[in-house]
Structure formats: C-alpha cells, structure tokens
C-alpha cells in the first residue's frame, strides 16, 4: 500500500532563514500532492497543491516542487517569521475515484525571533 | 459565510455509552470525511461520504459508525465498541478532486 513520510518531526530555525520541509512517498506517485498547515487545537488549512506534470508551484513565501524521479515533494518557506511556526502537512490524491487523501504524520515548524 | 462546524468542541464519555459528533457544512461540497488524529500520528481516515445516502470505511473504521442523510451533514458516532476512542477528530469537506476544508475538530475524553 501506499506509504508517506514526512522524515522530520520537527524543524527549528531562525527568523529570515528558508525553511524546506519534506514529503516522500512509496510506490505510485500520486495525481496531486497537497500541502496544509494545522495550528494547535485548530483543524489543518490548505496552503498548495502541486500536480504530477507539475516541478514547482509558488505562492508568496511559500514554494513547492515535486519530483516524481525521487518520489519527493519538498515545500520551502522563504524569509520565515515567528507567525510561521506550525505543523505542516503533506497529503497524497492518489487520483482515483472513489479514494481518499493518504496524509502524512506532518513536521512541526519552530521559528524563533 | 462559508464552512464547516463540529460540535461540541470538547466531548466526554463514559465506559460503555455512545457519543455522536456533530459535522455540519455550507460550502455544497458533495464529499465529507472523517478523520481521528492522535499525537505522532497524523490524520488517519475513519469514514468518507462522496454522496448523500453513501459511504465508504476508511483505514480505522471499527467502533465508529456514520450517516449521510443530508448533504450538509455527517455525523460520527463513536461506539463502545471503539476501545481507545480519546483523540481529536476533525470532519472535512470537498468538491471531488479539491483540496479538502477542515472543521475545527473535536476533542474526546473517556471519563
């Protein structure tokens, strides 16, 4: 079966520093791959979604890639802020009907001022 | 505007009584789902509605049980069955192939 990993449990930078969190996956790669960001106490949010013909997307401070070569997507944080420490999610669509998105365990994200 | 509900916020149960958890949507998405998230565990599936009338079992759906009869709700039951039922469980909504929207979750204690 489809296995996710998402290898750090937790990150710890310094403000202003790039934060790259990774995604790695068994197996197929799947149709979509997903990122969120969850809160404590809180219900996860979605941030980005990456396509399988897709290298890299960007959003304001955020980036990701993902390389099918590799079974990999990394997500990056660019300048990062204090306001940005949370756990981020990676998720799987395996693109099938009928099926549902394979979440990773998350890494939880420590920016200190 | 838009989202999604869960209620109560935090739960309380006692050995051998069943609790349901309340999942409420106006967003119009078709699919719902259910999720159980312990600490170091990520999100594991419980239940998935693509439609009214119609679900599918996730990864740990043993002591749960699910209905869908309005498109805007799907609640969870947690069964006695259910041995270890203290997590925090999150309902989510989406339009097939979209990102999913997630309530705020709900916290289950056993007394």
């Known amino acids: 079966s489809q296995k996710i990993e998402q290898n750090s449990e937790a990150l710890n930078i310094q403000e202003g520093k790039t934060a790259t969190l990774t995604c790695n996956y068994t197996n197929y790669s799947p149709a979509y791959l997903q990122w969120y960001r969850q809160d404590p106490g809180r219900g996860p949010v979605f941030l980005l979604l990456i396509r399988e013909n897709e290298k890299e997307k960007r959003k304001e401070r955020l980036k990701v890639t993902f390389d099918t070569t590799l079974k990999q997507s990394l997500f990056h944080i660019t300048a990062s802020q204090p306001a940005d420490s949370a756990t981020y999610l990676c998720?799987?669509?395996?693109?099938?009907?009928?099926?549902?998105?394979?979440f990773g365990k998350g890494t939880t994200l420590s920016v200190s001022s | 505007d838009g989202g999604i509900t869960q209620s109560p916020k935090y739960l309380f149960r006692k050995e051998g009584q069943n609790v349901t958890l309340s999942c409420e949507q106006n967003?119009?998405?078709?699919?719902m789902y259910w999720y159980r998230q312990d600490p170091g565990q990520g999100l594991r599936l419980i239940y998935y509605s693509q439609i009214v009338n119609d679900f599918q079992k996730g990864d740990i759906a043993e002591g749960y049980s699910v209905s869908r009869e309005k498109k805007e709700s799907f609640p969870l039951t947690v069964t006695s069955a259910q041995k270890n039922p203290t997590a925090f469980y999150l309902c989510?909504?989406?339009?097939?192939?979209?990102?999913?929207?997630f309530g705020d979750g709900t916290r289950l204690s056993i007394l």
């Open positions: 967003l119009n998405h078709d699919a």
């Open positions: 998720a799987l669509d395996m693109g099938q009907a009928g099926t549902a998105l394979i």
């Open positions: 989510a909504s989406s339009i097939a192939r979209q990102p999913q929207h």
